[in-house]
Nanobody
Framework: QVQLVESGGGLVQPGESLRLSCAAS????????IYWYRQAPGKQRDLVAL???????EYVASVKGRFTISRDVASNTVYLQMNSLKPEDTAVYYC?????????WGQGTQVTVSS
């Protein structure tokens, strides 16, 4: 069993920043890949970024250059630094980790970008 707990969401204005955290109950070096997804109202859940247990990172085109995924191995936490936020970034952001044949999702954290 892996528990993932997101935090850090909130209401910000366009152009501002937020940092999301995903705290894992398992050593993140044992989890092959940890993902950030987001789901806007009425839309499907979409991939935002991922980080492997080797530290490699990937981003979807819409956030590249604005978002940065990182990790702190000592605290088993994965971060998503979000800069230059836009109204279209408004969504519930989820942490996701497939591990040992099961899929684990966090409860999500709401990010609202509005003036």
């Amino acid at each position: 069993q892996v528990q993932l707990v997101e935090s850090g969401g909130g209401l910000v204005q366009p152009g501002e920043s937020l940092r999301l955290s995903c705290a894992a109950s398992e050593s993140i070096t044992s989890i092959p890949i940890i993902y950030w997804y987001r789901q806007a109202p009425g839309k499907q859940r979409d991939l935002v970024a991922l980080i492997s247990n080797m530290g490699s990172k990937e981003y979807v085109a819409s956030v590249k250059g604005r978002f940065t995924i990182s990790r702190d191995v000592a605290s088993n936490t994965v971060y998503l630094q979000m800069n230059s936020l836009k109204p279209e970034d408004t969504a519930v952001y989820y942490c996701y980790a497939p591990f040992q044949g099961r899929n684990y999702w966090g409860q999500g954290t709401q990010v609202t970008v509005s003036s």
